[in-house]
């Protein structure tokens, strides 16, 4: 079955160091997401990619970055610039304009 | 700039009895409407999209909504809820010339009692 994969689904870190979450889909989807979810909040948009090797900023780019060398995959970084990296960070994937966005299961980050 | 408001941030209800979860938008011009649901620690699910047309639109589950572009809402509504439709729901709208973007409220928490 197509989908997108999150790996792993709980990660924990400590402050300072960098962090790398995974984002893998077989959909054959063009556009790639990445959204942070805080308690109590909607997804608020850190980085999106409309095509391989070209990615934009979303709302809340500070402290993060990505790469898009393959059209599968979309892997983000949290730096240790990221001041408050604790969340749940959700992958997500459209084919086109008109098309609604898959997610993942997400990945559960604690930095302490 | 385009923003959701999720007026309700629990709604608890009793099973089998109708629910209505509220949505407004900020803006009129063109846009695409979608209602997503989340279960405790998975990723979301579209359970619905309004693109243009018919403005009462089915989604999956027994769920519908219905686009009202005068009063800039979008509200989410099922007749007869079950134990199962305990989860989070969001709102979210994109404009209509880039759907890259989906701005997403803050989110619904349905509560279903027995």
């Known amino acids: 079955d197509g989908g997108i994969t999150q790996s792993p689904k709980y990660l924990f870190r400590k402050e300072g160091q960098n962090v790398t979450l995974s984002c893998e889909q077989n959909l054959n989807h063009d556009a790639m997401y990445w959204y942070r979810q805080d308690p109590g909040q909607g997804l608020r948009l850190i980085y999106y990619?409309?095509?391989?090797?070209?990615?934009q900023k979303g709302d809340i780019a500070e402290g993060y970055s990505v790469s898009r060398e393959k059209k599968e995959s979309f892997p983000l970084t949290v730096t240790s610039a990221q001041k408050n990296p604790t969340a749940f960070y959700l992958c997500?994937?459209?084919?086109?304009?008109?098309?609604?966005?898959?997610f993942g299961n997400g990945t559960r980050l604690t930095v302490t | 700039a385009q923003s959701v408001t999720q007026l309700d941030s629990q709604v608890p209800v009793f099973e089998e009895a109708p629910v209505e979860l509220r949505c407004n938008y900020s803006s009129s011009v063109s846009v695409y409407l979608f209602w997503y649901v989340q279960y405790p620690n998975q990723g979301l699910q579209l359970l619905l999209k309004y693109l243009s047309g018919s403005t009462l639109v089915k989604g999956i589950n027994g769920f519908e909504a219905e686009f009202n572009k005068s009063q800039t809402s979008f509200h989410l509504r099922k007749p007869s809820v079950h134990i199962s439709d305990t989860a989070e729901y969001f709102c979210a709208v994109s404009d209509g010339d880039s759907s890259y973007k989906l701005i997403f409220g803050s989110g619904t928490r349905l509560l279903v009692r027995p």
């Open positions: 990619s409309q095509i391989v090797n070209d990615f």
């Open positions: 997500a994937s459209s084919t086109n304009l008109n098309s609604p966005l898959h």
